[in-house]
């Protein structure tokens, strides 16, 4: 450590993303990554022409501090006002914003899963904020009944991440009521909702209870849904006073977060719906054929609603074994060396004809002694 470190600096322990192989190496060895649940299929073409058109001289001048085109097109989609919408440098940057604005650095503790995204505990600790992690079930599911007495605020993502498992509507409605009688906000995490079909086809998000509970933020990203992961764009959706709320932390930060070509993108990429919808769905239906390949050759699969899913290797395998072997065959997924997850991996859905070689090699893998 330095000496140059501020003791907080000393202190933290950052997030881990998962491993981005280096491009333009002679020679380099094509790797398949299936671990850090992009969308494997590219942006829709309106995007790219907008990028194309956004560059142009105005590069020149700052951008609109307000992204005020995006939030309107946000909110036309959504059904709702801009002035209900906040976006931002991917959902990473609206998470760690909220935090900031909503969640106290002293009194009760904020909560969320022990086992979810990893970020939550590290942004906690960036803004001093007391926390609880409140354990999964058994079967990894995320019970409503701890959340709802005196807290800080609650955040989660649904579905969660790394289980892949979905929190019903009414447990959201249970969990928010107990927020609002605190005077906290409820954050849900949407990063992977797009692929949470639900019984009539459509995911049951958050946003069905928006005009009921003014202390309820839904956060997505376009980084999964949208193929923009190299782009950057998240934003929340909220009452006008969680909005300003978030408004103030930013104007506190940086007032020009997103830039000229990634509002452009992310404006053209909300407004290409039936683009996005049809390679979401090819996603979701290779989970569910992938599921059921792993399952067949012995694997453990939580029925995820998300863009991955989470396994655990059959009797006589570990994960870190064959995390390792698979990362020698040059197929990437995620490990994570956690209590409880130690023996899972998370496998994001590439296409179809990457996911016929994973599950080639994983039987492959299975059957040697």
Same mark, same amino acid.
Request: net charge neutral; proline share 8%; with cysteine.
């Given at each position: 450590?330095?000496?140059?470190?501020?003791?907080?600096?000393?202190?933290?322990?950052?997030?881990?993303?998962?491993?981005?192989?280096?491009?333009?190496?002679?020679?380099?060895?094509?790797?398949?990554?299936?671990?850090?649940?992009?969308?494997?299929?590219?942006?829709?073409?309106?995007?790219?022409?907008?990028?194309?058109?956004?560059?142009?001289?105005?590069?020149r001048?700052?951008?609109?501090?307000?992204?005020?085109?995006?939030?309107?097109?946000?909110?036309?989609r959504?059904?709702?006002?801009?002035?209900?919408?906040?976006?931002?440098?991917?959902s990473?940057?609206?998470?760690?914003?909220? #935090? @900031?604005?909503?969640? &106290?650095?002293?009194? =009760?503790?904020?909560?969320?899963?022990?086992?979810?995204?990893?970020? $939550? /505990?590290?942004?906690?600790?960036?803004?001093?904020?007391?926390?609880?992690?409140?354990?999964?079930?058994?079967?990894?599911?995320?019970?409503a009944?701890?959340?709802?007495?005196?807290?800080?605020?609650?955040?989660?993502?649904?579905?969660?991440?790394?289980?892949?498992?979905?929190?019903?509507?009414?447990?959201?409605?249970?969990?928010?009521?107990?927020?609002?009688?605190?005077?906290?906000?409820?954050?849900?995490?949407?990063?992977?909702?797009?692929?949470?079909?639900?019984?009539?086809?459509?995911?049951?998000?958050?946003?069905?209870?928006l005009?009921e509970?003014p202390?309820?933020?839904?956060?997505?990203?376009?980084?999964?849904?949208?193929?923009?992961?190299?782009?950057?764009?998240? #934003? @929340?959706?909220?009452? &006008?006073?969680?909005? =300003?709320?978030?408004?103030?932390?930013?104007?506190s930060?940086n007032? $020009? /977060?997103?830039?000229?070509?990634a509002?452009?993108?992310?404006?053209?990429?909300?407004?290409?719906?039936?683009?996005?919808?049809?390679?979401?769905?090819?996603?979701?239906?290779?989970?569910?054929?992938?599921?059921s390949?792993?399952?067949?050759?012995?694997?453990?699969?939580?029925p995820?609603?998300?863009?991955?899913?989470?396994?655990?290797?059959?009797?006589?395998?570990?994960?870190?074994?064959?995390?390792?072997?698979?990362?020698?065959?040059?197929i990437?997924?995620?490990?994570?060396?956690?209590?409880?997850?130690?023996?899972?991996?998370?496998?994001?859905?590439?296409?179809?004809?990457?996911m016929?070689?994973?599950?080639?090699?994983?039987?492959?893998i299975?059957?040697?002694?």
């Amino acid at each position: 450590m330095s000496d140059y470190w501020s003791e907080k600096t000393r202190k933290l322990q950052p997030y881990v993303p998962g491993e981005q192989p280096a491009k333009g190496k002679s020679g380099e060895r094509k790797l398949i990554k299936l671990n850090t649940n992009e969308n494997p299929y590219p942006p829709s073409p309106r995007v790219i022409e907008a990028i194309k058109n956004a560059a142009a001289d105005s590069l020149r001048l700052y951008p609109d501090p307000t992204s005020l085109e995006l939030r309107e097109a946000i909110a036309e989609r959504y059904g709702l006002k801009a002035s209900g919408v906040f976006p931002g440098n991917g959902s990473d940057e609206v998470l760690a914003f909220a #935090f @900031a604005a909503f969640f &106290e650095s002293g009194g =009760e503790p904020v909560l969320f899963p022990d086992i979810t995204y990893s970020f $939550y /505990p590290v942004y906690a600790n960036l803004w001093n904020i007391p926390f609880t992690a409140i354990p999964l079930e058994e079967d990894f599911s995320i019970n409503a009944d701890p959340y709802t007495g005196k807290s800080g605020g609650i955040i989660f993502p649904n579905p969660n991440a790394p289980t892949g498992l979905f929190l019903p509507l009414n447990d959201l409605r249970k969990m928010a009521e107990a927020a609002s009688r605190n005077k906290r906000v409820i954050a849900v995490d949407e990063a992977y909702i797009a692929f949470a079909e639900g019984e009539d086809g459509k995911p049951a998000s958050a946003l069905a209870l928006l005009k009921e509970f003014p202390n309820l933020l839904v956060i997505r990203t376009l980084s999964k849904e949208s193929s923009l992961a190299g782009l950057r764009a998240g #934003f @929340a959706l909220g009452s &006008e006073e969680l909005i =300003e709320g978030l408004c103030r932390v930013k104007d506190s930060f940086n007032s $020009y /977060p997103m830039d000229r070509l990634a509002q452009a993108g992310a404006a053209a990429a909300i407004k290409d719906a039936v683009y996005y919808e049809e390679i979401n769905r090819r996603i979701t239906a290779t989970r569910r054929r992938v599921s059921s390949g792993l399952e067949a050759l012995g694997f453990r699969v939580l029925p995820s609603r998300a863009n991955f899913i989470f396994a655990s290797p059959p009797a006589g395998k570990n994960a870190p074994g064959v995390f390792a072997a698979l990362r020698e065959r040059g197929i990437l997924v995620r490990h994570f060396n956690k209590p409880r997850i130690v023996d899972f991996l998370r496998i994001s859905m590439g296409t179809d004809e990457e996911m016929d070689i994973f599950l080639d090699e994983c039987r492959e893998i299975i059957s040697k002694q």
